[in-house]
């Protein structure tokens, strides 16, 4: 069974930066696709960014040029890299793993869930 450890959230300032970790067992990150989904109180869990085994990566508009997703093959973990973060980033984030190397923006498409880490962005 696959096991998806994220870590990192916090209290963070608008305009600063915070880092996310999803640290993977029993899946390789290099073999499969990876991805990172938040949700806010009261909403539904939204796409953030992925990667797939390749490397080639794709991210929601909403955070596009302020946040990264990258991973370390060594350590098996996946990074969710967060510049600039607004009060509208405020969520819990998931990290989440396919059984597939290319996936995308749909909740479906990934197998595996971590616990979520919580990110609050004060204003």
């Known amino acids: 069974q696959v096991q998806l450890v994220e870590s990192g959230g916090g209290l963070v300032q608008a305009g600063g930066s915070l880092r996310l970790s999803c640290a993977v067992s029993?899946?390789?990150?290099?073999?499969?696709?990876m991805g990172w989904f938040r949700q806010a109180p009261g909403k539904q869990r939204d796409f953030v960014a992925c990667?797939?085994?390749?490397?080639?990566?794709n991210y929601a508009d909403s955070v596009k040029g302020r946040f990264t997703i990258s991973r370390d093959n060594a350590k098996n973990t996946v990074y969710l890299q967060m510049n600039s973060p607004k009060p509208d980033d405020t969520a819990v984030y998931y990290c989440?793993?396919?059984?597939?190397?290319?996936?995308?923006?749909?909740?479906?498409?990934?197998?595996?869930w971590g616990q979520g880490t919580q990110v609050t962005v004060s204003s």
């Open positions: 989440a793993a396919a059984s597939t190397r290319v996936a995308g923006q749909g909740l479906d498409e990934y197998d595996s």
């Open positions: 029993r899946r390789t990150v290099t073999r499969y696709a």
């Open positions: 990667i797939t085994s390749g490397g080639a990566t």
